[in-house]
């Protein structure tokens, strides 16, 4: 399945009636026997609200019968009826709210755990999809398929199946007290709604669809365009996104106009074989009144019938309508659980035992398009407790190691090993607990300072985090703030600079203690001051840990044990600073141009 069909409203009803079949499993979960009583009380509930509710109109028919007949006989009697016709009223709403409140907790939990599977199974798929996605327009596509379910579960087991089952009741009463044909044109006139409200719904899902989508894509390109606000003042160009997103909802402006006058189609046909069926039950009802085979109370009785039917058929058309614009919110949802994970753990996957960390890269291939390789054979090892470091120009590869390394891909050829063990037969989990990593582009959760530096292990103490913002250099600047370490940093960090972020994240994967660390341009948003700072820092930690430097400034990986500098994805040279530039190879020539480049830089004046 494309990712961008993720976006769309999928086609066909089959797809809709497989969607309804999909949320049962969550109504009737297994081993939740306390679930699964509330479903059986529930539905006692709902015939019992049901069973009371048909009797209301016979009792009616009763008080009116009673009251055409001797003035000594309705002084007494009418009080009954009236105590009864009242009693059953209220029953009926009491059993129906008793309903309610107990299937509240049956839908609310099938709600919570639809949504959790569907936020557990986002985070399961891999770095890929997350690459590829649109983060407005699935966010929109989870919303709407969560209310979706609300909707479904509400109206169609509060709604739907009660008004057939009352249909089916009115119907042998009015077969059992009067003869067939009440009941035939009754039923007859109630297919027909359905019938009509089914073939127009049909016709008209193709402009809720339209509706959808264009929603989605009006969503999708405002938040691109927020989240990227400094970019849009860079260039000036407000007008061009406010252009875009206006295109947007122009679109969605004419699908809502054709759906909302396909609505009105709708709905005077309803009304019109609604109205149909009544004129000739009543027709029927009131030849037998004038023919002496049925009273005034038989012609109240039936009329009472009809309309009691009419109002929840008529609110059934629009809970029709909505529970299928759900379905297709609900479809569009669950094709998200549709998506296979790329990544996964093996079945035999056991945790990563980690005794020196050696990490050992063996002829790696890899290229994120098969077309396309990045990685060429390339091999490499860093011994326990040794830092090594990987240079070279953009584009070369670089980054795609620590992405492997993670196993966010997995290679094309060749193997990865950390103490000897293949990361592709380890957990994913174990993996990743034992690597700690400071990346190129920092993004912090919109969030205190606090919270994002315990991220790294959010069990730390207060303490612990402190200490670990001491050995970032960044503890004296956040106590320098008016709200110390409750300072929010906004969305992705934006409150912070470069420099400030960076040091969060240096923050953080200290705390985290992993046993191998990752620096993946991890000094490259700051000035020359605070890096050396951080280097010390780093060295510091990174001390008795198997470390992997990614990095293009040189002058950051002078003390490495060894430089590996990598070109269109192969090794072209590796050894120590000082061999290297002896060599007088690629790297001497890229230490060359950074030191003239800082050179020159040194010379400008400053403002």
């Known amino acids: 399945?494309?990712?961008?069909?993720?976006?769309?409203?999928?086609?066909?009803?089959?797809?809709?009636?497989?969607?309804?079949?999909?949320l049962l499993p969550y109504l009737w979960p297994a081993g939740h026997w306390s679930m699964r009583a509330r479903v059986f009380v529930a539905f006692g509930l709902m015939v019992l609200s049901k069973l009371t509710n048909v009797y209301v109109p016979i009792f009616y028919r009763d008080i009116v019968n009673a009251l055409t007949v001797e003035v000594a006989v309705t002084i007494a009697l009418p009080i009954g009826l009236l105590l009864a016709y009242g009693g059953s009223r209220v029953l009926a709403v009491a059993f129906a709210e008793a309903r309610e409140a107990i299937f509240a907790r049956v839908a609310q939990r099938a709600v919570r755990n639809a949504a959790l599977r569907t936020y557990q199974h986002l985070h399961a798929l891999s770095l890929r999809f997350h690459l590829e996605r649109q983060t407005g327009g699935l966010s929109r596509v989870i919303e709407r398929g969560v209310k979706g379910i609300e909707f479904v579960l509400a109206f169609m087991m509060f709604n739907i199946i009660p008004t057939l089952l009352e249909i089916l009741m009115v119907c042998a009463i009015l077969w059992g007290l009067f003869d067939i044909w009440y009941a035939l044109v009754t039923f007859v006139t109630i297919v027909g709604y359905i019938v009509f409200t089914l073939v127009v719904t049909e016709w008209r899902i193709q402009f809720r669809r339209e509706m959808n989508d264009r929603d989605t894509e009006a969503n999708t390109k405002a938040i691109d365009s927020l989240l990227n606000y400094e970019t849009v003042k860079y260039f000036g160009n407000e007008a061009h996104e406010a252009m875009r997103f206006d295109g947007s909802m122009k679109r969605y402006e004419e699908a809502s106009v054709r759906n909302t006058v396909t609505l009105s189609i709708l709905n005077v046909g309803q009304a019109a074989i609604i109205s149909l069926g009544l004129i000739i039950v009543m027709v029927m009802a009131g030849n037998g009144v004038v023919a002496g085979t049925m009273t005034v109370g038989d012609f109240v009785m039936v009329n009472t019938y009809l309309i009691?039917?009419?109002?929840?058929?008529?609110?059934?058309?629009?809970?029709?309508?909505?529970?299928?614009?759900?379905?297709?919110?609900?479809?569009?949802?669950?094709?998200?659980?549709?998506?296979?994970?790329?990544?996964?753990?093996?079945?035999?996957?056991?945790?990563?035992?980690v005794s020196g960390a050696e990490v050992v890269f063996e002829n790696v291939d890899f290229g994120y398009d098969p077309r396309r390789p990045i990685l060429k054979d390339v091999s490499f090892t860093v011994p326990p407790g040794k830092t090594v470091a990987i240079v070279g120009p953009s584009g070369a590869g670089k980054s795609t190691l620590s992405r492997i390394l993670f196993r966010f891909y997995d290679v094309a050829a060749g193997s990865v090993r950390i103490d000897g063990q293949d990361i592709r037969e380890i957990s994913q989990e174990s993996l990743r607990a034992s690597i700690g990593i400071v990346p190129q582009d920092t993004v912090l959760f919109n969030d205190s300072i606090y919270y994002n530096i315990q991220y790294g292990r959010t069990d730390a103490s207060e303490e612990e985090v402190k200490e670990a913002a001491r050995m970032a250099r960044i503890h004296d600047f956040i106590m320098d703030l008016p709200d110390g370490y409750k300072t929010g940093v906004g969305e992705r960090g934006l409150k912070l600079s470069g420099g400030e972020k960076q040091r969060v994240a240096i923050a953080r994967t200290i705390l985290k203690n992993p046993a191998i660390l990752l620096f993946d341009e991890a000094t490259s948003a700051l000035d020359t001051h605070?890096?050396?700072?951080?280097?010390?820092?780093?060295?510091?930690?990174?001390?008795?840990?198997?470390?992997?430097?990614?990095?293009?400034?040189?002058?950051?990986?002078?003390?490495?044990?060894?430089?590996i500098v990598l070109e269109a994805g192969q090794i072209v040279e590796r050894g120590r600073h000082a061999a290297l530039l002896e060599r007088d190879g690629a790297y001497a020539a890229m230490w060359a141009r950074q030191q003239e480049a800082a050179l020159t830089d040194e010379e400008i004046p400053t403002a």
């Open 1 to 22: 399945m494309s990712h961008a069909s993720l976006y769309s409203s999928p086609a066909g009803s089959k797809g809709q009636y497989r969607t309804l079949l999909t």
């Open 308 to 353: 009691q039917l009419y109002l929840p058929l008529n609110f059934l058309g629009f809970v029709y309508r909505q529970i299928r614009q759900s379905l297709t919110d609900m479809e569009v949802m669950f094709n998200v659980l549709e998506v296979k994970a790329e990544i996964v753990d093996a079945p035999a996957a056991k945790p990563l035992a």
């Open 530 to 563: 605070t890096e050396k700072e951080i280097q010390e820092s780093l060295r510091e930690v990174s001390s008795d840990r198997t470390t992997l430097m990614i990095a293009h400034r040189l002058s950051t990986v002078i003390d490495a044990d060894e430089i």
